[in-house]
């Protein structure tokens, strides 16, 4: 791989060892898939945050990092294992928020945003058409390249951190535009309208097609607003293993239409549905996988106004919206009704196993993480009926 004069003295140990380090890095992974240079990237988003995932290894790897290494780019964090302000209420030990908070920490030292999210693009780490960035969170970058047209491979948190470290990514996979054409035309011959139907869409695609790049047709654009594009770039991730897809007339990116073809069915989308749902109980409803939008939050208040909840509730979201979410009174209507706003955290990275058995959420991924981390039995269903379960 051919590096500049800037590169090589990076690579030489002239700016920082962990910057050293980081190029190494940076360097190893081009060569692997055949990259002729690296490129500049905008932004960086790690994931990898959790103390539940990094454990006591990866704490040291940050904290040698954060020795004298410091970002170049706007970088943002994924979700950490807890609310890093009020990690009591949602019942995390202190022996892991003393960990976890070290991990914080270590990534502040480095010049890292420490806003914890899975939707950056939400509170302002949002890249515009064309540009290149270094993203972790298979649903962000999943939105980020197909929805916002911005170049991303879905970086490991090692190789996000050299990234950051850097300013570079090597250029290879979704940074080039032949490798960004759709494979397999999908053609729905289904309403897929509401949150639910586009998590099953992706599970569908998914149990389909598998890894190829799809070119969706037949959704209509009025049903396709940012928080459903959210929600399903999570899904097809999860279940397609995929971080580019094209809707006909929705996303932005240019694609040929391939000349391999499949239908999903209304049928293919009840199926997705009835496979996602197998609870019998519920003792955790969970919503904001990916993090809540601002609208999301304020259809949570409206419909929790003057009720109690009788399940534990946890609404995840990004500390950013869930500040906008204060001022706008949407947080202390939630509050009053005893959910929780799980802020900088999620249900699948914070440490839940064998809190509870029975997930209600309105996220097909966040079915495939409580199922697989946790052993949920699960129950997917729409927003208002997650609510419905909350509080009935
Ligand atoms: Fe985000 Fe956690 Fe879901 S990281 S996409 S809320 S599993």
Redesign the pocket.
Known sequence: MELTPAEKGMLDGKNSKATKKGMEILVALGEMFGAKKLIDVKSVQIAGVSYHNLEEAGLEFLEKMAEDGKVQVLTTL??AGMDLEEWQKLGISEDFAKNQLKVIDAFSKMGVKTTCT?TPYLIGNRPAQGDHIAWS?S?AVCFANSVLGAYTNREGGPSAIASALTGKTPEFGMHLDENRQAQVEVKVNANIESFTDWGALGHAIGSKVGKKIPLITGISKDNADEDKLKIFS?SIATYAGIGLYHVEGVTPNETTTPSESIEISEEDIENSKKFLNDAETIDLVAV????CSIEEMKRIAELLEGKKVNREFWI?VSREVANQAKEQGFVDKIEASGAKIARDT?M??APLKGRFTGLATN?A??VF?GRGKNNFKTTFCELDECVAKAVE
Not at 288 to 291: A, D, L
Request: proline share 11%; with cysteine; glycine share 6%.
């Open positions: 994924n979700p899975c969170e649903s999570a904001g996988c990916p993090h995840c999620c699948a990275v996220s991924k966040a993480y």
